[in-house]
């Protein structure tokens, strides 16, 4: 029994190594030939709900209310009429080269805070809730449950929108 635990906290550990190695290898950002604004781009989120809906009498959703001045937001219909995109941006850059990749993986970078505010958004504005994800059904401090649990923190900052 105690070897096949050993042995799943082995694979999940190198499976979560080669996902970090794969990630480091696809970040340019620290590239001094790059374009600067491509780190600062826009993260958009498709809502299904009318531009109205979403920005009722101009307001923006409460998740993106708490972000204040540090993000630009943009709203307008989707394309083909697949309801609204609701877009934000840091009006800042973020932190870049080896900084960025720091603050990145500690759950520090100021886009991981955007990315969770559009989803909550999305979120609320379509089933009226924040929805998160269900608890894993062990306790137990094992080498794979603390992955599995730092997975279920960060999932919201990280990601495709």
């Known amino acids: 029994m105690r070897r096949t635990a050993t042995m ?11 996902g970090m190695a794969r990630w480091l290898s696809s970040r340019r950002a620290a590239d001094p030939g790059g374009d600067p604004r491509e780190a ?16 009722p009498e101009g307001r923006l959703p409460e998740p993106l209310v708490r972000l204040g ?13 697949r309801g609204t995109e609701l877009a934000a941006r840091l009006l800042e850059p973020p932190p870049q080269g080896a900084r960025g ?9 100021p886009r991981q ?4 505010a559009l989803r909550e ?17 062990t306790n ?9 649990d730092l997975a279920i923190r960060r ?7």
């Open 40 to 55: 600062n781009r826009w993260l958009p989120v498709t809502v299904n709900r009318s531009p109205e809906e979403v920005m």
């Open 101 to 109: 990749t720091v603050a990145r993986i500690s759950g520090d970078d």
């Open 8 to 18: 799943a906290a082995a694979v999940a550990l190198a499976g979560a190594g080669a």
């Open 69 to 81: 001045d540090t993000v630009e937001v943009r709203v307008r219909k989707a394309p083909g009429g």
């Open 121 to 137: 958004a999305k979120s609320l504005l379509e089933t009226g809730e924040v929805l998160r994800p269900d608890e894993p059904s």
């Open 140 to 148: 137990r401090p094992t080498a794979t449950g603390k992955v599995l």
């Open 113 to 116: 805070e955007v990315r969770r």
């Open 155 to 161: 999932a919201s900052g990280e990601g495709r929108l």
